[in-house]
């Protein structure tokens, strides 16, 4: 089992910054890649970014150049920098962790951007 806590989200103006973070416990050494997701009000939940147990990363074209996804090992957590943020970035935002046989999830946090 995983479990994984996110944090940072909040209210923003457009063009801001935040930083959000998911921590994980239990059984990290099963985790082979870890990514965050969003979904907004009346949408389907979407990839914004993933990153492999060897840094591979990959991004959805709406946030390429704006956001990026990385990992402090030493403190088993996951970051989204997230810059020049756009209301269409309004969502909640996932933390994601896969092994070879699950998925998990946090329990999200609201990111809202509007002036």
């Known amino acids: 089992q995983v479990q994984l806590v996110e944090s940072g989200g909040g209210l923003v103006q457009p063009g801001g910054s935040l930083r959000l973070a998911c921590a994980a416990s239990?059984?990290?050494?099963?985790?082979?890649?870890m990514g965050w997701f969003r979904q907004a009000p009346g949408k389907q939940r979407e990839l914004v970014a993933t990153i492999t147990i060897d840094d591979n990363t990959n991004y959805a074209d709406s946030v390429k150049g704006r956001f990026t996804i990385s990992t402090d090992n030493a403190k088993n957590t996951v970051y989204l920098q997230m810059n020049s943020l756009k209301p269409e970035d309004t969502a909640v935002y996932y933390c994601n962790a896969a092994t070879w046989f699950s998925v998990y999830w946090g329990q999200g946090t609201q990111v809202t951007v509007s002036s």
């Open positions: 239990g059984s990290i050494r099963s985790i082979n890649a």
